[in-house]
């Protein structure tokens, strides 16, 4: 084989309460890469669709994943080239460099046939996502693995995929800001009271359980954030609008994907949906913040390839 | 109706990651509660089967509860004699005090035909509760709901019924150890760095999903409790070795019953429970400690009302 191209969607990581542990995939949106054998020893980097995409191999996320599972593999001087079309938009909150990452591990193990398993994958794309985000597997996990997921422990890897009602959507509200990933971070209380962990406990709990029971309503009341949110919202100008309005809509929930600055909310239907999208938009817009927002399923399948050639 | 009898279930709170969130009813012990109407007014307390439960009907919490119950059914001027026979013993580990106070608020509300929601019972419960251990409800709603139960909420008051295999048990491990609430509590950190915060909320989502799908493997997994065990487990001599000793025998997790000084195990059936409880005993003894271990089914109906006499 002289190269394998991989799809791997975006998502939406935290889910409101699943801060670093919740992340699903987004249906029908997400980065290609295409990784092949190169005569040169090393890694090259060419990106499609995107400027601002690090193309010094040490930094960018694709990059990173390939090498590491090239490691993984035992075939460290075998030469490879790596070409990312982004679907995803940089620093949007829609798992960009995670997406980017697991699409390339999953084309780097298909070229190299050297058929890690799926833990071995996540661990390289966590060592991308560390380099750039932080050591945390909500949104790499999702562009893998497809579906829900609960990041259960790093160490060792346990992701499990959670059952979730058919009729689920996500809507995700792209505001015209950007917020680097490293600030929101940063925004990130280090410490917190007993009360404050118990209470995201409870409403984690409350999630999975309200995902298990396809039960809109708490799955509504559990879509509640006492660390990420309150420390974020004050860099989102909008945010706070653009959730009442969705919950005004019929949302089941709604709060910050990921990072942000992307707005995330659970619609019980396509129909739904919509209606929560539109006013999503409309609260940005009368805050004067052009936003775009669009209605997605959830992606079964998670990072796979498309296409091999010999 | 001159008097109402009611019985509520022994109960396990924390469950593991689950600390003043999770909790389960057991079957077959508990604590009875028979409320008569007195013709003098004011509360008039009588315990049977345990000494040192305090009689004052301010630091008693089934009087408390039931004086509760009289205030929200508009009947303060009622005099109520109430009578406890206690079946769980005190500070044991096994939410004696919750379980009066819940037998004592449903006995009183059926006495006083108040009619009260199951949620203003457990406010009634909590009530009492906060006078003796704090202000946490997930013994008081185990004891009043029955079965396994995720308090999401307090305020308002919002508590979950968890789906869980029909198979599962509870070993219950007493060793012959007295170990106050307020010192377990007061054991607690007041503070978490965020990384448990985080990883105590996966693992009660984890716990919560593997009850839901009936997997032993990840329950045992989940139940992981990085914030209530490490800092009791040094108050509580011989729980570390019943603890290795029932993961050795098949355990699906062990951790604390609540505040201690009780252990409890998740075992897969009957059988395997036998075998975790007799490990466990032995584990204690070896260690010089006396202990008494058996097995649950979970208790489905919670507090209620056994007899009424006119």
């Known amino acids: 084989m002289t190269s394998a191209h991989a799809f791997a969607p975006g998502t939406v990581a935290n889910l409101g309460p699943g801060l ?19 005569p040169a020893a090393g890694l090259t980097v060419e990106v ?8 010094d191999p040490t930094r960018n996320t694709a990059a990173i994943a390939a090498a590491e599972v090239r490691r993984r593999a035992g075939v460290e001087g ?8 982004k679907g995803l938009p940089l620093a949007g ?24 398993s799926r833990e071995d994958l996540l661990e390289a794309c966590l060592v991308a996502e560390e380099a750039v985000a932080g050591r945390h597997a909500d949104n790499a996990a999702a562009a893998l693995y497809g579906g829900v997921v609960l990041v259960r422990s790093l160490d060792p890897i346990d992701v ?59 799955l509504a009341r559990s879509v509640e954030d006492r660390i990420a949110e309150p420390s974020r919202e004050p860099l989102l100008p909008g945010f706070a609008e653009a959730k009442r309005a969705a919950l005004k809509a019929g ?32 609260a940005y817009r009368a805050k004067g913040i052009e936003a775009q927002a669009r209605v997605f399923a959830i992606d079964e399948s998670g990072a796979r390839v498309i296409a091999k050639h010999d």
């Not at 670093?20 to 190169?38: F, K, T």
């Not at 499609?48 to 193309?55: N, Q």
């Not at 942000?260 to 919509?274: L, Q, T, V, W």
């Open 93 to 116: 909150g829609q798992g960009g460099s995670a997406a980017s990452a697991a699409a390339a591990a999953v084309a780097t193990d298909a070229l190299l046939r050297a058929r890690l």
């Open 20 to 38: 670093d542990i919740l992340g699903l995939a987004l249906e029908g949106v997400g980065d290609e890469v295409r990784v092949s054998r190169s």
């Open 251 to 282: 949302a089941c929930g709604c709060s910050i994907s990921g990072a942000g600055p992307s707005a995330f909310a659970f619609a019980r239907d396509e129909e739904s949906g919509e209606r929560i999208a539109e006013a999503m938009v409309k």
């Open 160 to 218: 499990l995929r959670l059952p979730y009602p058919r009729g689920l959507r996500i809507v995700l509200a792209r505001p015209a800001q950007r917020l680097a990933t490293e600030r929101a971070r940063a925004a990130l209380p280090a410490t917190l009271s007993r009360e404050i962990a118990l209470a995201q406990a409870a409403q984690v709990g409350a999630l999975v359980a309200a995902l298990a029971a396809g039960d809109f309503e708490l």
């Open 48 to 55: 499609l669709g995107a400027e601002e995409i690090p193309l």
């Open 78 to 85: 075998e030469g490879l080239s790596i070409q990312i079309r």
